[in-house]
C-alpha cells in the first residue's frame, strides 16, 4: 500500500522532516516528481467571470495592489514554490533525477525565482496535451525533468504527443452545479489522467 506523508512546506519545521526523510531514504529513492499548485498562477483566473487574476507577466511573483487575503494566498504559494525548488536542488545533490510540471501557460514558469532556478537546471521539457493520454480536455502540459545519472537523456520523451484532432474534447466553460455553485473545469483537471500515469 501507498504510504502518504503531509507535510506544510511553508513550516520550516514540516520542511526540515521532509530533508531528513530523503536523506534517510536516498539510497531508495529513484526519482521524485514535483506537481506544485497553480491556483494563483493559472491563466484561468484572466477570463470572466471567475475569481480575479492574481499575478501577471509584468508581475509573475505577485500583482501590486492586491488585497491583503490574496497577497497572503500569493505570498503562501511563493513560499511552498520556494522550498519546492530548494529540495529539488538537494534531490538532484544526491544524484536522484526530479520532474516538474505545471500547465504550459501557468504563471509558475514566470516567477523570477523559478526562471533563476530553470537558468541553473541542466534540464528537458517535455510538453503534451492530456487528452493524448487519456484526458477529457486539451490541457497543455509542461513536464520538466533533469536526470544527473544522464544528463544528455530526456526521460520523458516518449509523453510528448500533442492532439491529433481525431476526438472530441470536453468543455472548459464553467457551469452552475445543483447546488447553485459556479464550478470551474481546471479543479478537475488536477488529477493526472489514469492513462498518464501508467505511462
Wanted: aromatic content about 10%; glycine content about 4%; overall charge negative.
Amino acid at each position: 500500500l501507498p504510504i502518504f506523508y503531509k507535510c506544510d512546506l511553508t513550516n520550516a519545521e514540516d520542511l526540515a522532516l521532509l530533508f531528513q526523510y530523503v536523506e534517510a531514504e536516498k539510497e531508495e529513492l529513484l526519482h521524485v516528481h514535483f506537481a506544485p499548485s497553480c491556483g494563483t498562477a493559472s491563466r484561468a483566473r484572466e477570463k470572466a467571470p471567475g475569481p480575479p487574476p492574481l499575478r501577471s507577466d509584468e508581475h509573475p511573483d505577485g500583482l501590486p495592489g492586491l488585497s491583503e487575503q490574496n497577497r497572503a494566498r500569493v505570498a503562501a504559494a511563493n513560499d511552498s514554490y520556494k522550498a519546492m525548488l530548494e529540495l529539488a536542488k538537494y534531490v538532484i545533490s544526491l544524484n536522484i533525477s526530479i520532474s516538474i510540471e505545471n500547465p504550459k501557460n501557468s504563471l509558475f514558469w514566470k516567477c523570477t525565482f523559478v526562471q533563476a532556478f530553470l537558468r541553473w537546471l541542466p534540464q528537458h521539457v517535455c510538453e503534451f496535451q492530456h487528452c493524448m493520454h487519456g484526458g477529457e480536455r486539451n490541457k497543455f502540459t509542461h513536464w520538466l525533468s533533469c536526470n544527473p545519472r544522464n544528463l544528455q537523456k530526456d526521460m520523458f520523451e516518449s509523453l510528448h504527443l500533442l492532439c491529433d484532432q481525431t476526438h472530441q474534447h470536453a468543455s472548459w466553460a464553467s457551469f452552475i452545479d445543483e447546488n447553485g455553485k459556479q464550478v470551474f473545469p481546471t479543479a478537475s483537471e488536477a488529477a493526472y489522467p489514469e492513462l498518464l500515469c501508467s505511462r
